[in-house]
């Protein structure tokens, strides 16, 4: 760096709606040979709770552009259009930090 260097920092936040029909898709569990598993279990360890998935989701939505949870590791038993991420383009705030 130089004494001329500018550095900026900036927060940024969104609002992304989700959409799925809580009678026919659990975001947080699956069955799979008759049992009940978590979804993340064995594929992300450090995503533990219900909030770390809305948050995983989320971020997939945000920075990657996903608007599908069936493109996803972990998500492989829902059809395309089951779970979905809309990120509201017209509500995001940018804020110096």
Known sequence: MTETTITKSYSLSAVIDFEYDSEKVDPFWFIEDGQKKWRMEGIYPSITTEDDIW??????????????????DGWGDLSEGELTMTVKRDR?????A
């Open 92 to 96: 995001l705030f940018l804020e110096e």
């Open 55 to 72: 948050e995983h989701l989320a971020f997939n939505a945000l920075v990657n552009s996903v608007d599908d949870a069936s493109r996803l």
